[in-house]
Nanobody
């Protein structure tokens, strides 16, 4: 069983920054075999892709509709972690952010097999 655990959410004022982290673990789980991504979801809306990072970190993808050049995704395969650094946060960034893993795809094709439970990000005016 694969477990993804997010942390780093919280409340910030508009223009502030947050760093979200996700730690992956599980028996017979090899972190480097999975492309990783971050999604977000607000009440009444569908879950949206934010950013992805490929298996070795050499390729990153950002959804312009949600990231708009303000977010940075990275991974550390020695620590089984993926990070989303968010700058210049705006109220519309308020959402539950989810970490996810896909064995086969990255970029805008990310279709995860595993999901974390999410961490709340709230941005106030």
């Amino acid at each position: 069983q694969v477990q993804l655990v997010e942390s780093g959410g919280g409340s910030v004022q508009a223009g502030g920054s947050l760093r979200l982290s996700c730690v992956a673990s599980g028996r017979n789980f090899t972190f480097r075999d999975y492309a990783m991504g971050w999604f977000r979801q607000t009440p009444g809306k569908e879950r949206e892709l934010v950013a992805t990072v490929s298996w070795t970190g050499g390729f990153t993808y950002y959804s312009a509709g949600v990231a708009k050049g303000r977010f940075t995704i990275s991974r550390d395969n020695s620590e089984n972690t993926v990070t989303l650094k968010m700058n210049s946060l705006q109220p519309e960034d308020t959402a539950v952010y989810y970490c996810a893993a896909d064995r086969l795809r990255t970029g805008n094709r990310l279709s995860p097999q595993y999901w974390g439970q999410g961490t709340q990000v709230t941005v106030t005016s």
